[in-house]
T-cell receptor, first 108, second 116 residues
Framework: DAKTTQPPSMDCAEGRAANLPCNHS???????VYWYRQIHSQGPQYIIH???NNETNEMASLIITEDRKSSTLILPHATLRDTAVYYC?????????FGTGTRLKVLA | GAGVSQSPRYKVAKRGQDVALRCDPI?????LFWYQQALGQGPEFLTY????????KSGLPSDRFFAERPEGSVSTLKIQRTQQEDSAVYLC??????????????FGPGTRLTVT
């Protein structure tokens, strides 16, 4: 599975969009990009995933570059409850490899 | 609906004791996964079941770790002769489908194991 690189931490003002980047330059053609988040003392929560097209659901949007070497998770209107560690995972199989993720802190 | 549940939520074991951690996946989910999460790290894959078959146990750190899912629903992760380095949060996840392809996984709250 491809390796991912994420910034260790980010801050975002409440009500503003949070844009979380992920680099995955070694991604192969059959690998998907998944995003999960983990709020303190809870298990990871699925957010969104995509292959090559941009995706949107009720939680977030996922923007994947045309060369698929990077992606951005967008939380359009961050709230205090979005404070969590966000993991970007690239995989073509059932096996997830989590990195250390990005610790997003939403500030009031 | 009911999500993935795990019990106990917290377990303290003396070094050398055996422990058993239980996972109740979402009803009807074919795939079940166990992960180990050390403090400050992301979860690490331990093992994968498709129904009752353990198809991948490549992440189990030693032969002291054993997992089973005898009837294709509830799963138990057993750790024999616990060591301090086994202290971690153990997460269980399930997925509605199986096979080698990737699908979203639904995680339980985890069991925090502390070995003293």
């Amino acid at each position: 599975d491809a390796k991912t690189t994420q910034p260790p931490s980010m801050d975002c003002a409440e009500g503003r969009a949070a844009n979380l980047p992920c680099n995955h330059s070694t991604i192969s053609g059959n690998e998907y990009v998944y995003w999960y988040r983990q709020i303190h003392s809870q298990g990871p929560q699925y957010i969104i995933h995509g292959l090559k097209n941009n995706e949107t659901n009720e939680m977030a949007s996922l923007i994947i570059t045309e060369d698929r070497k990077s992606s951005t998770l967008i939380l359009p209107h961050a709230t205090l409850r979005d404070t969590a560690v966000y993991y970007c995972i690239v995989t073509g199989t059932y096996k997830y490899i989590f990195g250390t993720g990005t610790r997003l802190k939403v500030l009031a | 609906g009911a999500g993935v549940s795990q019990s106990p939520r917290y377990k303290v074991a003396k070094r050398g004791q055996d422990v058993a951690l239980r996972c109740d996946p979402i009803s009807g989910h074919v795939s079940l996964f166990w992960y180990q999460q050390a403090l400050g790290q992301g979860p690490e894959f331990l093992t994968y079941f498709q129904n009752e078959a353990q198809l991948d146990k490549s992440g189990l750190p030693s032969d002291r770790f054993f997992a089973e899912r005898p009837e294709g629903s509830v799963s138990t992760l057993k750790i024999q002769r616990t060591q301090q380095e086994d202290s971690a949060v153990y997460l269980c996840a399930s997925s509605p489908r199986g096979g080698a392809r990737t699908y979203e996984q639904y995680f339980g709250p985890g069991t925090r194991l502390t070995v003293t």
